[in-house]
Protein backbone atom coordinates (compact mmCIF):
# COMPACT_ATOMS: atom_id res chain seq x y z
CA UNK A 1 0.00 0.00 0.00
CA UNK A 2 1.02 3.56 -0.74
CA UNK A 3 1.20 5.69 2.14
CA UNK A 4 1.39 9.41 0.07
CA UNK A 5 0.20 10.71 -3.03
CA UNK A 6 1.93 14.15 -4.19
CA UNK A 7 -0.47 15.46 -6.78
CA UNK A 8 1.57 18.17 -8.45
CA UNK A 9 0.49 21.07 -10.55
CA UNK A 10 1.81 23.01 -13.28
CA UNK A 11 3.51 26.36 -11.80
CA UNK A 12 3.83 25.04 -8.54
CA UNK A 13 6.50 26.73 -5.96
CA UNK A 14 9.60 24.66 -6.70
CA UNK A 15 10.83 24.98 -3.29
CA UNK A 16 7.33 23.29 -1.87
CA UNK A 17 7.56 20.20 -4.32
CA UNK A 18 10.95 19.62 -3.69
CA UNK A 19 10.69 19.60 0.14
CA UNK A 20 7.87 17.71 0.16
CA UNK A 21 9.94 14.83 -1.95
CA UNK A 22 13.10 15.66 0.24
CA UNK A 23 11.59 14.86 3.50
CA UNK A 24 9.68 11.79 2.37
CA UNK A 25 13.06 10.56 1.19
CA UNK A 26 14.78 11.79 4.16
CA UNK A 27 12.20 9.76 6.59
CA UNK A 28 12.71 6.55 4.33
CA UNK A 29 16.26 6.75 4.91
CA UNK A 30 15.82 7.61 8.83
CA UNK A 31 13.43 4.56 8.76
CA UNK A 32 15.90 1.84 8.83
CA UNK A 33 17.94 3.10 11.38
CA UNK A 34 15.28 3.94 13.88
CA UNK A 35 13.50 0.47 13.30
CA UNK A 36 10.11 2.05 12.32
CA UNK A 37 7.99 1.58 8.85
CA UNK A 38 9.18 3.09 5.84
CA UNK A 39 6.95 5.26 4.28
CA UNK A 40 6.22 5.16 0.66
CA UNK A 41 4.88 7.40 -2.49
CA UNK A 42 4.13 7.94 -5.26
CA UNK A 43 4.42 11.70 -7.66
CA UNK A 44 1.18 12.58 -9.95
CA UNK A 45 1.15 15.11 -12.15
CA UNK A 46 -2.03 16.53 -14.75
CA UNK A 47 0.72 18.01 -16.89
CA UNK A 48 2.87 15.08 -19.36
CA UNK A 49 5.36 14.23 -20.37
CA UNK A 50 7.12 16.74 -18.05
CA UNK A 51 5.30 19.79 -15.53
CA UNK A 52 6.92 22.58 -15.29
CA UNK A 53 6.68 24.52 -11.88
CA UNK A 54 7.40 27.94 -11.14
CA UNK A 55 11.02 29.48 -11.79
CA UNK A 56 11.33 27.37 -14.92
CA UNK A 57 11.78 24.23 -13.28
CA UNK A 58 10.60 21.18 -14.41
CA UNK A 59 9.50 17.91 -13.07
CA UNK A 60 8.85 14.46 -13.86
CA UNK A 61 6.26 12.29 -12.52
CA UNK A 62 3.25 9.17 -13.06
CA UNK A 63 -0.09 10.82 -14.96
CA UNK A 64 -3.13 10.76 -13.34
CA UNK A 65 -5.04 8.04 -13.75
CA UNK A 66 -8.00 9.58 -15.77
CA UNK A 67 -10.38 7.83 -13.60
CA UNK A 68 -9.63 8.00 -9.60
CA UNK A 69 -10.60 6.37 -6.62
CA UNK A 70 -10.71 7.02 -3.07
CA UNK A 71 -7.62 5.14 -1.70
CA UNK A 72 -5.50 4.94 2.02
CA UNK A 73 -2.68 7.05 0.95
CA UNK A 74 -2.63 10.80 2.24
CA UNK A 75 -3.13 12.80 -0.98
CA UNK A 76 -0.67 16.02 -0.73
CA UNK A 77 -0.74 19.18 -2.91
CA UNK A 78 2.40 21.69 -2.54
CA UNK A 79 1.72 25.85 -2.97
CA UNK A 80 0.32 26.20 -6.40
CA UNK A 81 2.54 29.42 -6.77
CA UNK A 82 -0.28 31.95 -6.54
CA UNK A 83 1.00 35.09 -5.32
CA UNK A 84 -2.51 37.34 -4.98
CA UNK A 85 -5.76 36.56 -3.94
CA UNK A 86 -6.99 38.25 -7.29
CA UNK A 87 -4.97 35.15 -9.43
CA UNK A 88 -7.04 32.54 -7.51
CA UNK A 89 -10.17 31.98 -9.74
CA UNK A 90 -8.35 32.51 -13.34
CA UNK A 91 -6.37 29.36 -11.66
CA UNK A 92 -9.39 27.54 -10.64
CA UNK A 93 -10.38 27.47 -13.91
CA UNK A 94 -7.77 26.05 -15.72
CA UNK A 95 -8.31 22.39 -16.99
CA UNK A 96 -5.58 20.89 -15.10
CA UNK A 97 -6.63 22.67 -11.89
CA UNK A 98 -10.02 21.20 -12.47
CA UNK A 99 -9.01 17.90 -13.30
CA UNK A 100 -7.09 18.06 -9.86
CA UNK A 101 -10.53 19.20 -7.98
CA UNK A 102 -11.96 16.17 -9.28
CA UNK A 103 -9.51 13.74 -8.31
CA UNK A 104 -9.46 15.46 -4.54
CA UNK A 105 -13.71 15.81 -4.18
CA UNK A 106 -13.74 12.15 -5.33
CA UNK A 107 -10.72 11.15 -2.46
CA UNK A 108 -12.02 13.42 0.12
CA UNK A 109 -16.17 12.87 -0.03
CA UNK A 110 -15.10 9.17 0.44
CA UNK A 111 -13.13 10.19 3.83
CA UNK A 112 -10.03 9.92 2.63
CA UNK A 113 -7.13 12.27 3.90
CA UNK A 114 -5.54 15.14 2.14
CA UNK A 115 -3.17 17.92 2.72
CA UNK A 116 -2.71 21.08 0.98
CA UNK A 117 -0.82 24.13 1.60
CA UNK A 118 -0.76 27.15 0.72
CA UNK A 119 -2.84 28.41 -2.64
CA UNK A 120 -3.31 24.95 -2.97
CA UNK A 121 -6.21 25.03 0.21
CA UNK A 122 -8.11 27.07 -2.90
CA UNK A 123 -8.50 23.73 -4.29
CA UNK A 124 -10.34 21.77 -1.17
CA UNK A 125 -12.42 24.63 -1.20
CA UNK A 126 -13.70 24.44 -4.92
CA UNK A 127 -14.10 20.50 -4.24
CA UNK A 128 -16.84 21.71 -1.57
CA UNK A 129 -14.26 19.45 1.13
CA UNK A 130 -14.22 22.68 3.41
CA UNK A 131 -17.80 22.96 4.03
CA UNK A 132 -18.29 23.07 8.28
CA UNK A 133 -14.01 22.62 8.51
CA UNK A 134 -12.05 24.31 10.19
CA UNK A 135 -8.43 25.35 7.83
CA UNK A 136 -5.35 27.90 7.42
CA UNK A 137 -3.88 28.80 4.39
CA UNK A 138 -1.21 31.32 3.54
CA UNK A 139 -2.03 34.77 5.82
CA UNK A 140 -2.56 37.18 2.85
CA UNK A 141 -4.85 34.57 0.81
CA UNK A 142 -6.99 33.79 4.32
CA UNK A 143 -9.38 36.66 3.68
CA UNK A 144 -10.52 35.65 -0.07
CA UNK A 145 -10.63 31.90 1.35
CA UNK A 146 -12.96 33.12 3.99
CA UNK A 147 -15.35 34.53 1.41
CA UNK A 148 -15.07 31.89 -0.88
CA UNK A 149 -16.64 29.86 1.68
CA UNK A 150 -18.20 31.57 4.66
CA UNK A 151 -18.76 27.98 5.82
CA UNK A 152 -15.27 27.15 6.67
CA UNK A 153 -13.54 28.17 10.00
CA UNK A 154 -10.62 30.24 8.24
CA UNK A 155 -7.40 30.48 11.18
CA UNK A 156 -4.60 32.48 9.71
CA UNK A 157 -2.64 32.57 12.98
CA UNK A 158 -2.09 28.69 12.77
CA UNK A 159 0.53 27.12 10.83
CA UNK A 160 -0.91 23.84 11.07
CA UNK A 161 -4.90 22.95 11.02
CA UNK A 162 -6.03 19.24 10.91
CA UNK A 163 -9.09 18.77 10.77
CA UNK A 164 -10.22 14.61 10.90
CA UNK A 165 -8.86 13.90 7.11
CA UNK A 166 -8.36 16.88 6.10
CA UNK A 167 -5.04 19.04 7.08
CA UNK A 168 -3.85 22.50 5.74
CA UNK A 169 -0.87 24.32 5.96
CA UNK A 170 -0.14 28.43 5.63
CA UNK A 171 2.22 29.54 3.31
CA UNK A 172 4.26 27.42 0.41
CA UNK A 173 7.28 26.47 3.08
CA UNK A 174 4.76 25.75 5.40
CA UNK A 175 4.97 22.22 3.68
CA UNK A 176 7.61 21.34 5.74
CA UNK A 177 5.57 21.73 8.64
CA UNK A 178 2.67 20.02 7.08
CA UNK A 179 5.11 16.74 6.23
CA UNK A 180 6.60 16.71 9.43
CA UNK A 181 2.84 16.84 10.91
CA UNK A 182 2.19 13.67 8.74
CA UNK A 183 5.05 11.57 9.30
CA UNK A 184 4.13 12.42 13.08
CA UNK A 185 1.18 11.03 12.63
CA UNK A 186 1.33 8.46 10.46
CA UNK A 187 4.51 7.12 11.53
CA UNK A 188 5.65 8.25 15.42
CA UNK A 189 7.09 10.95 16.70
CA UNK A 190 10.76 9.35 16.69
CA UNK A 191 10.98 9.35 12.81
CA UNK A 192 9.38 12.52 12.65
CA UNK A 193 11.56 14.09 15.50
CA UNK A 194 14.77 12.41 13.31
CA UNK A 195 13.85 13.60 9.80
CA UNK A 196 13.62 17.51 11.50
CA UNK A 197 16.89 17.15 13.25
CA UNK A 198 18.59 15.80 9.87
CA UNK A 199 16.86 18.80 7.81
CA UNK A 200 17.47 21.24 10.66
CA UNK A 201 13.56 21.84 10.97
CA UNK A 202 12.51 24.25 13.46
CA UNK A 203 9.17 24.00 14.65
CA UNK A 204 6.35 26.68 14.26
CA UNK A 205 3.31 26.82 15.80
CA UNK A 206 1.82 29.99 13.97
CA UNK A 207 2.03 32.59 11.30
CA UNK A 208 1.65 35.13 13.05
CA UNK A 209 5.10 36.63 13.62
CA UNK A 210 5.83 36.21 9.87
CA UNK A 211 2.36 38.68 9.13
CA UNK A 212 3.28 41.77 7.42
CA UNK A 213 -0.05 44.26 7.81
CA UNK A 214 0.44 46.13 4.83
CA UNK A 215 0.03 43.20 2.53
CA UNK A 216 -3.42 42.82 3.79
CA UNK A 217 -4.51 45.81 1.71
CA UNK A 218 -4.18 43.75 -1.36
CA UNK A 219 -5.06 46.67 -3.77
CA UNK A 220 -7.92 47.84 -1.32
CA UNK A 221 -7.32 51.34 -0.89
CA UNK A 222 -9.37 52.00 2.38
CA UNK A 223 -6.97 49.36 3.95
CA UNK A 224 -3.92 50.14 2.66
CA UNK A 225 -4.47 54.10 3.86
CA UNK A 226 -5.65 52.70 7.45
CA UNK A 227 -2.18 50.73 7.72
CA UNK A 228 -0.32 53.79 6.82
CA UNK A 229 -1.93 56.08 9.09
CA UNK A 230 -1.54 53.73 11.78
CA UNK A 231 2.27 53.25 10.80
CA UNK A 232 2.39 57.06 11.06
CA UNK A 233 0.78 57.87 14.25
CA UNK A 234 2.82 55.67 16.06
CA UNK A 235 2.94 56.05 19.19
CA UNK A 236 0.18 58.31 19.41
CA UNK A 237 -2.83 56.23 18.00
CA UNK A 238 -6.04 58.13 17.30
CA UNK A 239 -8.53 56.07 18.13
CA UNK A 240 -11.17 54.18 16.01
CA UNK A 241 -13.71 56.31 15.84
CA UNK A 242 -11.33 59.22 14.63
CA UNK A 243 -9.59 56.30 12.36
CA UNK A 244 -13.01 56.26 10.99
CA UNK A 245 -13.76 60.03 10.54
CA UNK A 246 -10.49 60.44 9.18
CA UNK A 247 -11.52 58.19 6.22
CA UNK A 248 -14.63 59.63 6.06
CA UNK A 249 -16.53 56.40 6.90
CA UNK A 250 -18.55 54.98 9.79
CA UNK A 251 -17.10 52.78 12.21
CA UNK A 252 -19.50 50.60 10.75
CA UNK A 253 -18.08 50.70 7.69
CA UNK A 254 -14.43 50.61 8.62
CA UNK A 255 -15.06 47.70 10.26
CA UNK A 256 -16.49 45.73 7.55
CA UNK A 257 -14.70 46.86 5.11
CA UNK A 258 -11.27 45.67 7.45
CA UNK A 259 -13.33 42.56 8.16
CA UNK A 260 -13.62 42.00 4.49
CA UNK A 261 -10.04 42.88 3.51
CA UNK A 262 -8.55 41.11 6.76
CA UNK A 263 -10.59 38.64 7.96
CA UNK A 264 -9.59 40.45 11.70
CA UNK A 265 -11.29 43.33 13.99
CA UNK A 266 -10.08 46.60 13.02
CA UNK A 267 -8.47 46.59 16.71
CA UNK A 268 -6.62 43.12 15.50
CA UNK A 269 -5.61 45.12 12.73
CA UNK A 270 -4.10 48.20 14.86
CA UNK A 271 -2.43 45.88 17.21
CA UNK A 272 -0.63 43.98 14.06
CA UNK A 273 1.09 47.38 12.98
CA UNK A 274 1.77 48.09 16.17
CA UNK A 275 3.58 44.40 16.74
CA UNK A 276 5.01 44.80 13.04
CA UNK A 277 6.49 47.97 14.13
CA UNK A 278 8.01 46.71 17.30
CA UNK A 279 9.43 43.99 15.52
CA UNK A 280 11.25 45.77 13.12
CA UNK A 281 12.71 48.00 15.84
CA UNK A 282 14.13 45.08 17.85
CA UNK A 283 15.33 43.42 14.71
CA UNK A 284 17.36 46.60 13.46
CA UNK A 285 18.20 49.16 16.03
CA UNK A 286 20.02 48.87 19.57
CA UNK A 287 16.68 50.28 21.50
CA UNK A 288 15.88 48.57 24.83
CA UNK A 289 12.32 47.05 24.90
CA UNK A 290 11.22 49.63 27.12
CA UNK A 291 12.17 52.09 24.23
CA UNK A 292 10.81 50.05 21.55
CA UNK A 293 7.10 49.32 23.86
CA UNK A 294 7.30 53.25 23.98
CA UNK A 295 7.91 54.24 20.53
CA UNK A 296 4.42 51.96 19.85
CA UNK A 297 2.37 53.09 22.20
CA UNK A 298 2.53 50.43 25.12
CA UNK A 299 2.67 51.64 28.25
CA UNK A 300 5.56 49.89 29.23
CA UNK A 301 7.61 47.07 28.26
CA UNK A 302 5.97 44.23 30.18
CA UNK A 303 2.42 45.56 28.67
CA UNK A 304 4.34 44.76 25.09
CA UNK A 305 5.90 41.15 26.08
CA UNK A 306 2.20 40.17 27.19
CA UNK A 307 1.05 41.33 23.91
CA UNK A 308 3.72 39.56 21.49
CA UNK A 309 3.25 36.27 23.42
CA UNK A 310 -0.47 36.42 22.93
CA UNK A 311 -0.39 37.18 19.33
CA UNK A 312 3.15 36.34 17.92
CA UNK A 313 3.74 33.38 20.47
CA UNK A 314 7.19 34.56 21.30
CA UNK A 315 9.41 37.31 23.32
CA UNK A 316 10.76 40.55 22.34
CA UNK A 317 14.04 39.11 23.22
CA UNK A 318 13.48 36.28 20.13
CA UNK A 319 13.13 39.16 17.74
CA UNK A 320 17.04 40.34 18.60
CA UNK A 321 20.07 39.63 16.66
CA UNK A 322 22.61 38.32 18.87
CA UNK A 323 24.75 41.49 19.10
CA UNK A 324 21.94 43.63 19.97
CA UNK A 325 20.40 41.04 22.43
CA UNK A 326 23.81 41.17 24.55
CA UNK A 327 23.63 44.60 24.52
CA UNK A 328 19.91 44.43 25.63
CA UNK A 329 20.74 42.11 28.27
CA UNK A 330 23.12 44.12 29.64
CA UNK A 331 21.31 47.64 29.57
CA UNK A 332 18.31 45.64 31.39
CA UNK A 333 19.74 43.50 33.94
CA UNK A 334 17.17 41.54 35.95
CA UNK A 335 14.08 42.43 34.26
CA UNK A 336 15.13 40.30 30.97
CA UNK A 337 14.58 36.97 33.67
CA UNK A 338 10.77 38.19 33.35
CA UNK A 339 10.11 37.33 29.88
Known amino acids: MVDFTVLILSGAYPSSVAVTLDMLSAAAAMAERLGVAKPSWRTYAIAQPETRLGNGLSIQAQPLPKEVSADRSTWIVPGLGLENPSDVASRLAHPDAQRAIEALGVQGRAGGAIAASCSAVFLLQAAGLLVGRKATTSWWLAPALQRLEPRCTVDADRMVVADGALVTAGAALAQTDLMLHLLRTR ?67 LSRHVRAATGRSTLALLQSVRLNKARTLLETSKLTVEQVAERVGYGDATALRRMMRKVVGATPRQFRPSTFAASDGRSRGATESSE
Do not use: H, W, Y
Not at 201 to 229: C, H, S, W, Y
Open 187 to 253: FGVALADAVSRVLLIDGRQNQAPFVLPTMFANGNELIAKLTARIDSALPNLPSISELAAELCVSERT
